[in-house]
């Protein structure tokens, strides 16, 4: 029952606990997902695409975006790690516009309402008090299934707006040449 590599899903795990992005990997994999992990907030960005500049504004990292050909399909982090907290990555996600759509999933190993409701107000699907289990990854899929369904939609779209330009707009591709 194995699924095609372009049917897969790809979830970037982010832990700073090797034991729990261990865990993760296998509940993942279990499940048919392509994984990557990575062990800090920082370099998840940087898998992303998205790194902080050493230019800062008003005492502010400012993040650019690299065009990266990544295809994420949903984010899994811990919230409490050192230097960057889960809270901070997911806020990053968010304020990204190539980024913002990709579902993003806290997890940690503490129960504190606010924290949670913190994390879901920002714009989190889910958040998952530790260890995972398996029933938390099978709450996954409506996620993944609603992003694919959006980028086939938006795809769709950009897809019409191209025709409609090259029918409207038959020159704008050919060049002009100044005599």
């Given amino acids: 029952m194995a699924m095609t590599v372009e049917a897969q899903f790809h ?18 994999k279990t499940s048919s997902f ?3 992990t990575v062990d800090s907030a920082t ?5 992303l695409g998205l790194v902080e500049d050493e230019l800062r504004t008003f005492g502010n990292p400012v993040a650019s975006e690299i065009q990266q050909d990544v295809d994420v399909n949903l984010i899994i982090t811990d919230y409490c790690m050192p230097g960057m907290t889960g ?16 579902p993003v999933v806290i997890m940690s190993s503490e129960n504190v309402p606010s924290r949670i409701n913190r994390c879901l107000e920002e714009g989190a699907e889910e958040f998952f008090l530790k ?6 990854v099978n709450k996954l899929k409506p996620h993944l299934m609603k992003s694919r369904a959006k980028e086939e939609q938006d795809q ?4 019409k707006r191209k025709d409609m330009e090259e029918i409207h ?11």
């Fill in 87 to 102: 809270y901070d990555l997911l806020r990053k996600i968010k304020e990204s516009k190539s980024l913002k759509d990709i």
């Fill in 169 to 179: 707009c038959p020159n704008k591709t050919r060049l002009k040449c100044s005599s």
């Fill in 34 to 36: 392509h994984v990557t």
């Fill in 11 to 28: 979830v970037l795990a982010v832990d700073d606990s090797l034991i729990d992005r261990m865990l993760i990997e296998r509940l993942l």
């Fill in 43 to 47: 370099k998840a960005l940087k898998f």
């Fill in 156 to 159: 769709l779209f950009n897809n």
């Fill in 131 to 136: 260890p995972v289990k398996q029933a938390d």
